[in-house]
Structure formats: C-alpha cells, structure tokens
C-alpha cells in the first residue's frame, strides 16, 4: 500500500510478519521507489531488513514512484518486465523471474492488474499468461502471484480457471493455492482482502 499514512508502524509490522511467514518467495505490489528518507525501494529494505537475500523490483514506466518487488530466499535468475516487450502497449503490470526452490525450478510472475477497469484487467492478463508463455522455463512449474483486483466470479477468474476466453486467448487451468488449501484443510476459502 504506497501511502505515507502510518508507513513506519506498516513496515516493522509487514517486517515483523515476513520473518515470521519465512515464506520462499513474497510478491509485493504498490512498492514505493523510495522508502521513508533513504533512496532505496521499498523492496530491498523489506529485502535486507527481513533476512531474505534475494530480490527484484522495477517502477511502472507510466507511475515512477511504485513498482512492483519479489523477495526470495533463493537466487532470482531471467528477471524481466512484461513492459520491455516492444508489443506492451497497455498499463505496465507484470514483473518475472525464475527460481529453485527445493530442486524445483519456478517461472515466477508478480503482477498488479489495473484497479479502475475491468476491460483493461482483462487485457492486461490475456497479455501477462501470452508473455508468461513465451518465457517460461521447459519443466518449470508456474506460480501466478499478485493483486488481480478481481472476484471469484469476475472474467479474469474464470479465464484462469480455464472456464472462458477472453480477446481469443485460452488458457490451461490455474490451480488457485486458497482454495487448495482450503478444499485440502476442509474449511471455506479465506478472504485475500477485506
């Protein structure tokens, strides 16, 4: 959440969580350029203050002051953005990188679909799925992460879910981990956001 409203008290909380979550890699929306007085980005301060070793972060082209982060306990390698792609002609949305995580080998995505526009949201990820497509690693599993700005039952679910097309694009079937974890503990999907 790039805002200056309580930013101090968010970071040591989100820092507080991040160690505690000890998650493999975090992806991280609205990361402000510049974090407090320092000129680092708010991703590697997250990065380093957190113990996690890796990271990559870009600014949107079209918005300088926040971009997009991913911090990994392992080595990011292919780090790219969707909008150096000379046929990106939409709001910048998507970073990715390749990790290992316990001899698996990962094409990662992290991406911030376009809040205000459900036509835009369903461009961006019909782009972002044909980009990811194109650079994923032969026999490397798929992690979509990101703020999809979307419901259930919203067309950028479903076109995930394999259930329909959008801009004539299809896709295979994303597995949704809440609700894997959710079918797999036997209890109703959590919220994402509330």
């Not at 991280?28 to 380093?48: H, I, N, S």
């Not at 316990?102 to 094409?107: D, E, K, L, N, R």
Request: net charge negative.
């Amino acid at each position: 959440w790039n805002s200056t409203i309580l930013r101090q008290a968010r970071r040591e909380a989100l820092i507080t969580a991040l160690v505690r979550l000890g998650a493999d890699v975090i992806a991280l929306q609205e990361v402000p350029t510049a974090f407090g007085t320092g000129t680092q980005d708010a991703g590697a301060v997250l990065a380093e203050q957190s113990k996690y070793p890796y990271h990559y972060f870009r600014a949107y082209p079209n918005d300088p002051d926040e971009g997009l982060a991913i911090l990994s306990l392992h080595p990011l390698d292919n780090v790219c953005a969707e909008w150096d792609e000379p046929y990106s002609k939409l709001p910048a949305c998507a970073i990715g990188a390749v990790a290992m995580i316990a001899g698996y080998q990962f094409s990662l995505v992290n991406l911030h679909l376009d809040w205000s526009s459900i036509a835009v949201r369903e461009q961006q990820i019909t782009r972002v799925v044909v980009w990811h497509n194109t650079r994923k690693a032969p026999g490397s599993w798929s992690l979509l992460c990101g703020d999809f700005n979307a419901i259930p039952e919203s067309s950028v679910y479903r076109f995930l879910q394999g259930q329909q097309s959008l801009h004539g694009v299809e896709t295979q079937p994303w597995i949704d981990l809440a609700a894997y974890d959710a079918f797999v503990k036997r209890k109703a999907t959590a919220a994402t956001l509330d």
